[in-house]
């Protein structure tokens, strides 16, 4: 079964970067594609980027194209979201979800997945 953790929030400052980390414990990693979300008090929660099983395929909202990037390194069982330019309006938990191979689909939509890590925070200073 897929276990993640997510890691490498922080504080950043408008413009700046942060790298985060999602990390499986489980048996099937390769078998599956990840989203990266994240949800801001008081609104909804927002698909931001998808990368399918073998990183063929990666996928992006308009409010972070450009400027997010995610990857995926296999052999360590972890899933990367590269963010630059940072926004004050990107403050907000960001979380690591997976589902069976493909970002086919509506894959910015939360009930597609069956495995959700904690959450890892993310603050923007303007």
């Known amino acids: 079964e897929v276990q993640l953790v997510e890691s490498g929030g922080g504080l950043a400052q408008a413009g700046g970067s942060l790298r985060l980390t999602c990390t499986d414990s489980g048996w099937t990693f390769d078998d599956y594609a990840f989203t990266w979300f994240r949800q801001a008090p008081g609104k909804e929660r927002e698909g931001l980027s998808c990368i399918n099983w073998n990183g063929q395929n990666t996928y992006y909202v308009n409010s972070v194209k450009g400027r997010f990037t995610i990857s995926r390194d296999n052999a360590k069982n972890t899933v990367y979201l590269q963010m630059n330019g940072l926004k004050p309006e990107d403050e907000a938990m960001y979380f690591c979800?997976?589902?069976?191979?493909?970002?086919?689909?509506?894959?910015?939509?939360?009930?597609?997945?069956?495995?959700w890590g904690q959450g890892t925070q993310v603050t923007v200073s303007s």
């Open positions: 979800a997976g589902k069976p191979l493909d970002c086919s689909g509506a894959w910015t939509s939360g009930n597609a997945y069956k495995h």
